[in-house]
């Protein structure tokens, strides 16, 4: 009796047992993934955690299909540290290997339709549809779904095929498939009958007459003589022969045709890095090489370190020399970033100085990409010793990690919200350096309170910078008071006269400005003058937000769009407004202010390709843009030395959010986005408008008073009970009927607060109520620190199991978020 003990790629906490033969159990490793049948019919990818011998109790273990790998794609540690996010983050570890696997490698099963070979089947009994089916099958073996949609022309082909099964004239069958393909280049060489000299004279005689074919002989030879002086012949690629020769591929073809070329093919990687590497060594200033050696010395008793620098302080350059050192000892590393936007800026940065050991993980690659990276990494190659990403490249298959940096530590979007498993990757990542004994390196100039807290109860080590490199002044910030602008009339549309008047001035020196302005879209609302209607989302409870580009209001959690309306859908009038502002409508007034300058926004909206993010980067820092507007995404790290000024259009939008990190999160914001500005010798102005320029946080970012915030902060978390002192624990309940999740709700929080000796508040209507027409309500667990976290999560887990027990409330879906951001 020999077993395999699998993970499946499906939302369920359990592994399941699958036998295998005595040979299969000898060759099997853990880490290698499986084909496996599940349910009547479905074959799934299934991951080998354990093999054993222990027959399961409660089922017949089915046989697996087949093996899928010839060594492990997984690493054991990998495994564990799957195992750590389901149970700390209570979520199902089918969902984390759902989730860290790149899905080129997750096959999932597709169903091929045959005809039965030994039926007799009289066609004037079928219908049109179930005749086109057979007569396809006439003339091929079997069919794919995507064939018959196609043979169809309709959507919903599962009744014709029911049919014909019930009919007795189909097999339906499941098979898998691989679907990375390698990258396969043509190249193309001289045919060996013509290498000598007699040959190539044979070869011009051949092509006197073919003068096309002839200059493409011609410009073959000349190619292969440059790259000869280069060094050895390189091969010629199909492609470049094409271009250098300004012809066509039907004339290679041709010549191939006739056996003058040959072709060939050769594998390559998708992501290449060509350039050069520099030479020079990097020098870090005073201060840097002092913050370097305290890192250093702080990780001789501490694994895991916050460096406090200010915007500008030269942080990247400290992390450049600190992978140098973990470069020399053969080790990997890992540089956690929380924007795919900062990704593109700093990997040019990381590759001037270690040249192809940089590896690029996000998900704007594409799979075939993603599963380059991942084998790279698997086998220890040169080409990804260095591994740059966003949140997911922690599920990489490390072997021999050394050292972990986290940027800009203290961004939200390093925690995932949706889909499971809803993780905190700088957290994630201090676990898994603990499992490779690495070192972690966690880098912000406005740490989240939690690090800071950490660092300053000693449980971090913790470096501060507190001068911007090379001395250059920390930014000047100015307040305006937007009420009295307005009472002033001194407002051109959202820009006060202070900023148009700053703006003037920093195009007329041929310095570039950033405008801040935390929404897309050009308005949130549209408002009907007369009745007072406002367009909302039929399957969400928000209100439509209007992109004038498009001419449509879309939603921005559902999708849902429609045409602008050209009058009010309740009372017909034609008197519409629009109310609030976004990046959108920003640019259009700067459009009108500025006619003579080049204006670019940065938003999800602008951002959507590949090389979206790149190309509004790369001509920002040509100076191809003078004035770029943008949402969050410009608040990040990114690094342009001639931005002067920096404008934040609205600061109140961000403090008064239903959220106990509000007032943290605005002074994160703005600091950060006030940091882009004067960050080469000259010093740069901040301009923030806002309607109450005495806020605490508003004063706070204006004196750059990162202390008085924190400790402030701390203050009103002890009494109110939030974290660092207490954690969360958040279950969002999600139902479309509205009655029967109020009352699951209920039942689900006095069953809770009866049980748990700690806070339970709720069920709470959250500010958007229903999305996608699921109504929601929110349970909010608080634990303090004193209390075992992981007992805890026991008893919400089984009072979890007793309220799915409940017949009426099984329908009823809950979502767990443990340390809820």
């Not at 219908?127 to 057979?134: A, I, K, M, T």
């Not at 001419?551 to 429609?562: D, I």
């Amino acid at each position: 009796m020999h077993f395999v003990e699998v993970i499946l790629p499906l939302s369920l906490a359990k592994t399941f047992t699958y036998s295998v033969s005595e040979m299969e159990f000898h060759y099997i490793k853990k880490g290698m993934r499986v084909a496996v049948p599940f349910g009547k019919s479905k074959i799934y990818t299934a991951l080998v955690i354990e093999i054993h011998q222990n027959k399961p109790e409660l089922y017949e273990a089915k046989e697996i299909h087949q093996i899928l790998d010839e060594r492990p794609i997984v690493t054991e540690i990998q495994i564990r540290h799957w195992q750590w996010i389901a149970s700390y983050y209570m979520c199902a570890i089918g969902d984390v290997y759902r989730g860290a696997m790149p899905s080129a490698l997750l096959l999932e099963s597709e169903t091929l339709i045959s005809q039965k070979t030994d039926s007799f089947i009289d066609t004037s009994l079928l219908s049109d549809d179930e005749f086109l089916v057979y007569e396809a099958l006439q003339q091929q073996n079997s069919l794919k779904v995507q064939d018959i949609i196609a043979i169809l022309n309709k959507k919903n082909i599962f009744p014709v095929i029911q049919k014909l099964v019930d009919k007795n004239i189909l097999v339906l069958q499941e098979e898998i498939q691989e679907s990375y393909k390698p990258k396969l280049v043509r190249y193309v060489r001289l045919h060996p009958k013509y290498e000598s000299n007699q040959g190539l004279s044979q070869l011009l005689e051949t092509l006197k007459n073919a003068n096309k074919q002839k200059e493409i002989v011609m410009r073959y030879f000349q190619l292969c003589a440059t790259e000869k002086t280069q060094g050895e012949a390189k091969p010629i690629t199909v492609k470049k022969l094409i271009e250098e020769a300004n012809s066509s591929a039907a004339i290679v073809k041709a010549l191939i045709e006739k056996e003058i070329f040959e072709d060939y093919f050769l594998q390559e990687d998708r992501v290449n890095f060509n350039g050069k590497i520099r030479e020079d060594e990097l020098r870090l200033s005073a201060t840097q090489q002092t913050a370097f050696e305290e890192i250093k010395e702080s990780f001789t008793y501490k694994e895991v370190c916050l460096l406090h620098g200010v915007t500008s302080s030269g942080k990247t350059e400290i992390y450049i020399k600190l992978i140098e050192e973990y470069l020399a000892t053969g080790k990997q590393i890992l540089y956690l970033l929380p924007e795919i936007a900062l990704t593109t800026q700093l990997v040019g940065r990381l590759r001037a100085y270690f040249g192809n050991k940089v590896a690029v993980f996000h998900s704007k690659y594409n799979n075939n990409e993603r599963i380059e990276v991942w084998n790279q990494v698997l086998q220890k190659s040169e080409k990804a010793q260095v591994v740059i990403g966003a949140r997911s490249a922690l599920f990489l298959p490390f072997h021999d990690l050394g050292f972990i940096i986290v940027d800009e530590e203290h961004e939200q979007t390093f925690k995932q919200v949706d889909p499971a498993p809803r993780y905190h990757a700088r957290d994630a990542a201090i676990v898994l350096a603990h499992s490779h004994k690495a070192k972690v390196l966690l880098g912000s100039a406005t740490p989240s309170i939690e690090t800071y807290f950490n660092a300053k109860s000693d449980k971090f080590g913790l470096v501060e910078i507190s001068k911007r490199f090379g001395n250059v002044m920390m930014p000047n910030i100015e307040l305006v008071d937007l009420k009295d602008k307005y009472f002033r009339k001194k407002m051109t549309g959202h820009f006060s006269d202070v900023l148009v008047e700053e703006i003037t001035n920093a195009l007329s020196l041929g310095e570039q400005v950033i405008l801040f302005q935390n929404r897309r879209g050009y308005s949130p609302i549209i408002e009907c003058i007369t009745c007072g209607h406002v367009p909302h989302c039929q399957q969400c409870d928000v209100s439509l937000t209007y992109h004038k580009n498009k001419n449509q209001l879309r939603c921005h959690y559902c999708g849902y769009s429609m045409a602008k309306p050209t009058h009010c859908h309740e009372c017909s009038s034609v008197d519409l407004t629009t109310k609030g502002f976004g990046t959108e409508q920003i640019e259009q007034e700067l459009i009108s202010i500025f006619p003579n300058s080049k204006i670019g926004r940065m938003d999800q909206d602008t951002t959507r390709g590949k090389f979206g993010f790149e190309k509004i980067i790369d001509s920002f820092k040509n100076r191809e843009i003078d004035i770029l507007v943008g949402t969050q995404m410009l608040a990040k790290g990114l690094d342009f030395d001639n931005v002067s000024l920096v404008g934040i259009m609205n600061a109140d939008n961000m403090l008064f959010h239903p959220d106990f990190r509000a007032f943290e999160r605005s002074f994160q914001m703005m600091t950060q986005v006030a940091g882009r500005a004067g960050r080469s010798e000259k010093q740069g102005k901040v301009i923030i408008q806002t309607y109450n320029p005495n806020h605490n946080t508003i004063q706070q970012v204006t004196n750059n008073d990162y202390l008085g915030m924190y400790n402030e902060q701390l203050y009103d978390r002890q009494i109110y009970k939030y974290p660092p002192y207490f954690r969360i624990i958040k279950l969002t309940l999600k139902q479309r009927d509205f009655d029967k999740l109020k009352e699951g709700s209920m039942w689900l929080y006095q069953v809770m607060s009866q049980n748990l000796n700690m806070p339970v508040l709720g069920p709470e209507e959250p500010a958007i109520s229903r999305i996608r027409n699921e109504y929601i309500r929110t349970i909010i667990i608080k634990i303090p620190q004193n209390v075992s976290i992981g007992n805890t999560k026991k008893t919400i887990q089984k009072m979890l199991n007793s309220f799915e027990a409940v017949a009426q409330y099984r329908a009823i879906k809950v979502m767990l978020n443990v340390d809820f951001y």
